[in-house]
């Protein structure tokens, strides 16, 4: 079974960073676009961010772009998410999840900015 | 970017009613549409993708159907393990984009 498993989460005052990991198991890792979405206390889904097989190519929301960083490490079934420059309204469970149409999900990692 | 309405926002149903819930797109996105259930303080869990093909051990009264602009999640019969929030997203292209939610209340 699928297994995606995020880390990193916690309390971060604003301007501040963070990094997100997500380590994969049970499925060929280098195969798959990997995503993280994520969702701020009471609301809504919001798609974030997502990177190729391979790491050459990445995609970003409006609200993030130039912010944060999507990478991956293929060997190490891991994928990333670096987080500058953070906001209040960057405050969310962020969710890690397999291809580009999010077949299989993390259980989340709260991220909160906070001073 | 690809805008995602979804309605109602909110709903009230009782078990063994049929429910439908629609999701429309801004622009035409082919059968590029998923939907997920989330219960609360739980990650979401796919139901649907391309548009009406089930997932895996997801049960039969849950079907989807639509192309291009305008999609349907149906309920055939409300059980109470389905009232939860319910969100589509589409991934024609990229940015995704999910729909604001509907909240299936009993």
């Known amino acids: 079974e699928v297994q995606l498993v995020e880390s990193g989460g916690g309390l971060v005052q604003p301007g501040g960073s963070l990094r997100l990991s997500c380590a994969a198991s049970?499925?060929?890792?280098?195969?798959?676009?990997m995503s993280w979405v994520r969702q701020a206390p009471g609301k809504g889904l919001e798609w974030v961010s997502a990177?190729?097989?391979?790491?050459?190519?990445?995609y970003y929301a409006d609200s993030v772009k130039g912010r944060f960083t999507i990478s991956r490490d293929n060997p190490q079934n891991t994928q990333y998410l670096q987080m500058d420059t953070l906001r209040a309204e960057d405050t969310a469970v962020y969710y890690c999840?397999?291809?580009?149409?999010?077949?299989?999900w993390g259980q989340g990692t709260l991220v909160t900015v906070s001073s | 970017d690809i805008q995602m309405t979804q309605s109602p926002s909110s709903l009230s149903a009782s078990v063994g009613d049929r429910v439908t819930l629609t999701c429309r797109a801004s622009q035409g996105i082919g059968i590029d549409l998923a939907w997920f259930q989330q219960k609360p303080g739980k990650a979401p869990k796919r139901l649907i993708y391309a548009a009406s093909t089930l997932e895996s051990g997801v049960p039969l009264r849950f079907s989807g159907s639509g192309s291009g602009t305008e999609f349907t999640l149906t309920i055939s019969s409300l059980q109470p393990e389905d009232f939860a929030t319910y969100y589509c997203?589409?991934?024609?292209?990229?940015?995704?984009?999910f729909g604001q939610g509907t909240h299936l209340e009993i």
């Open positions: 990177i190729s097989k391979s790491g050459d190519r990445t």
């Open positions: 049970a499925f060929t890792f280098s195969d798959y676009v």
């Open positions: 999840a397999k291809g580009g149409w999010l077949d299989s």
């Open positions: 997203l589409h991934y024609n292209t990229y940015p995704r984009t």
